[in-house]
């Protein structure tokens, strides 16, 4: 894992502490496969692992997803979700340690629906895969599913104290 996610992972983990927050966090975003790189498609757009894409705006330090690489059923064949067992654990296993049973630890992971749908290119694809392709949409969510679930497994392994779903897929209506 790159120092600069273990370092911020430190960072939060303080915070917490002193704001009196009553427990620390670690959330599946910042959980990779070992000796993961993104693969840049330009010098400011990459995908990510499970096929997200996000572009970067140096000039305010920000990076935001774009897009999703699985456009097609064959797309889907031939992308390589990661084996959630050989991703690096190391900010949980920190955490956990920073905890040392004063504070419980939460992670926060995300449904599989919102995943998918970024790796398609945006919920209107999924949507619209639900209604005229549900093998493709129940396909390309059971796979980002596996690998999920193996994310939560994982953290449970290493003894963190409750497991929150959480996605941001509702409007500011309710």
Request: net charge negative; with cysteine; charged share 30%.
């Amino acid at each position: 894992m790159n120092d600069l996610a273990i370092q911020n992972q430190r960072v939060m983990n303080e915070a917490y502490r002193r704001l009196g927050v009553d427990s620390l966090f670690v959330s599946d975003y910042n959980i990779y496969p070992e000796e993961y790189r993104p693969r840049f498609v330009d010098s400011n757009t990459y995908v990510d692992h499970l096929g997200k894409v996000y572009r970067i705006r140096r000039d305010v330090n920000v990076t935001y997803w774009v897009d999703g690489v699985i456009k097609t059923p064959e797309d889907l064949d031939t992308f390589q979700f990661p084996d959630a067992r050989e991703f690096d654990y190391t900010t949980v296993d920190l955490t956990v340690e920073e905890a040392s049973g004063e504070y419980p630890v939460m992670a926060w992971c995300h449904l599989s629906e919102m995943f998918s749908y970024l790796a398609r290119g945006g919920i209107d694809k999924l949507v619209y895969d639900i209604h005229r392709n549900p093998e493709f949409a129940r396909k390309l969510i059971d796979r980002v599913a596996q690998t999920n679930i193996g994310i939560v497994e994982e953290m449970m392994k290493r003894d963190v104290d409750v497991i929150a779903i959480s996605d941001d897929v509702a409007d500011t209506h309710g």
